[in-house]
């Protein structure tokens, strides 16, 4: 995965991927072995449950909107402007308890399987399946509290 010079132009992605993510829209802007980015969009209502990224660095820097986190332990929140720090090995979870959509733009490093699982689970709408295959390609979410 070498990467070409050039302009991902806005609202297109690689190859004009655009995945479904249990209601989230994830864009891809450009993928290599050192890094991944894309464009995402989390309708009210939508997250991602706590889950920890063993070998990736994440990072998301907020668009539009609040996002609630959870981040190794914590509750904060983020909003417009505002850079998500997400270092491997910490568990992290991001909700969008808010009523309208928040926009972001993701990057992690390195990209490992990654893309790979982004493309297994779009549409997938079982989080049980998402879930079990997340952990097929290293990104692991915790049970829910108390269970």
């Known amino acids: ?19 479904n993510i249990l209601g989230q829209t994830y864009i891809p802007k450009q993928v290599t072995e050192s890094s991944m980015s894309w ?4 309708p009210p209502g939508t997250f991602v449950p706590p889950h920890i990224h063993p070998d990736q660095d994440e990072f998301i820097y907020v668009f539009d909107g609040t996002f609630d986190l959870f981040l190794d332990g914590e509750e904060t929140t983020a909003t417009n402007g505002d850079l998500i720090k997400l270092p491997r090995g910490q568990a992290h979870g991001i909700f969008n308890n808010s009523d309208s959509d928040v926009t972001c733009f993701f990057w992690v490093s390195p990209t490992q399987k990654l893309f790979e699982l982004f493309k297994k689970i779009d549409g997938v709408p079982d989080p049980d399946e998402v879930v079990r295959l997340a952990a097929e390609h290293n990104v692991h979410f915790l049970p829910p509290p108390g269970a």
């Open 39 to 42: 464009h995402a969009t989390f």
């Open 1 to 19: 995965m070498t990467m070409a010079a050039g302009v991902t132009k806005a609202g297109e992605g690689i190859e004009g991927i655009s995945w």
